[in-house]
């Protein structure tokens, strides 16, 4: 009895008798002397042993041995991955609040900008969940588990497809109200989930699929070199790169426009570029630099630790731009604010008081701002004013 030949991605293993353990050369060596070897076990059943898994440990010791430059700048980008995901998390759900509590923020924009913060916030929490254990050195994780670290993985590419799709449909209904009328009425929200959250699970699922019957690895490592991965890559690529013409012409239309109105050379570039820095987190055009693959050690380490950045702020860009920099939140949270302090104990002034709101007696200096702000009346007091 014996154990099949198999190629895991970067090694043919021969036909092996069982109960034995086969040595390979490392596939990727730098050494000069002993040659570190990666091995695979053949168990008595005439299966390979750890669920069809090579061990690289050797070879992967070696390669941080022989280039730490390396070491450090992956340990950089995960760090980098691993800290920007939590900032960006707790943003993202602040955000995804201030949408969702004021009433008269609602509108088919802000219902697909919470889909889109909602997606990012999965994907940041997917993320630290998945890099926890390396930043945090365990001993124990879900890698442990290989049902669970197969599930985590699934999750992980779900979370990245379903943002980017979603990315796709912000730049889709954008496109439409700037340029072209593809939806004659209200947007339909049915087709936008379906994209959004629907296709990526059909994605990864006929991924998942493919590696459970070809790729039977304990945590389904390595699986990016193999042809199935096109599987996730092309579809991303085919949204990236729509919303990327998508941007080009929305900006094309509105340098037009304002030429139309004849709005002075560096006014419009300004404009310009104040519309492409706004846009581009928003449509994910610079996911499109994942794609790239620099040659040389210090073109390598720019564009990991730049990738890092970009990838990791995401979320960061999003909610600043699009929340707390947004004039209709502003309008909201800022006479919030000032309510809360003419509110406060300390307030000096004046006590007599205009009539109530509900239960709450406003101070004189803010009767009348609040009487003049609809969207005071609507979201904070939910109370209609009286007097």
Not at 146 to 169: D, E, G, R
Request: with cysteine; hydrophobic share 45%.
């Amino acid at each position: 009895m014996v154990c099949e030949p198999y190629w895991d991605g970067l090694t043919c293993w021969p036909e092996t008798p069982v109960n034995t353990t086969v040595f390979r050369p490392c596939p990727i060596n730098a050494s000069v002397g002993a040659v570190p070897m990666a091995h695979r076990i053949c168990r008595a059943n005439g299966t390979w042993s750890n669920g069809n898994w090579t061990n690289y440990t050797l070879c992967l010791l070696d390669m941080v041995k022989k280039n730490p430059m390396e070491n450090d700048v992956g340990q950089s980008a995960r760090d980098i991955y691993f800290f920007g995901s939590i900032i960006s998390a707790v943003l993202l759900t602040i955000t995804l609040f201030i949408f969702s509590y004021f009433r008269t923020l609602q509108c088919n924009r802000i219902s697909i900008h919470k889909n889109l913060v909602l997606s990012f916030i999965v994907r940041c929490t997917i993320l630290v969940i998945y890099l926890e254990p390396l930043v945090t050195n365990r001993k124990s994780s879900y890698r442990d588990k290989p049902w669970l670290c197969k599930l985590l993985t699934c999750l992980h590419q779900y979370s990245l497809i379903a943002n980017i799709f979603w990315m796709f449909v912000e730049g889709l209904f954008l496109h439409n109200r700037v340029a072209v009328s593809v939806f004659n009425s209200e947007a339909p929200f049915r087709v936008f989930y379906a994209v959004g959250w629907g296709l990526p699970a059909l994605i990864v699922l006929a991924w998942a699929v493919c590696l459970h019957l070809y790729h039977d690895d304990p945590c389904w490592n390595n699986s990016f070199n193999l042809p199935y991965t096109w599987i996730i890559i092309v579809p991303i690529m085919i949204a990236l790169m729509v919303n990327l013409i998508f941007l080009c012409n929305i900006i094309r239309i509105l340098i037009t426009k304002l030429r139309a109105n004849n709005t002075v050379e560096i006014c419009l570039n300004r404009k310009a570029v104040k519309a492409l820095a706004v846009l581009f987190p928003l449509l994910g055009t610079s996911n499109l630099l994942f794609f790239l693959k620099p040659q040389g050690e210090t073109s390598v380490i720019v564009y990991r630790i730049t990738n890092a950045i970009l990838q990791s702020s995401q979320g960061i860009f999003v909610s600043v731009i699009y929340c707390f920099m947004n004039g209709e939140v502003s309008n909201l949270l800022v006479p919030m604010a000032t309510v809360s302090s003419i509110l406060s104990p300390g307030f000096p002034g004046s006590h007599s008081y205009p009539p109530e709101v509900g239960a709450v007696q406003i101070h004189p200096d803010a009767y009348e701002r609040i009487q003049e702000t609809e969207l005071l009346r609507a979201d904070i007091f939910r109370l209609p004013l009286r007097g």
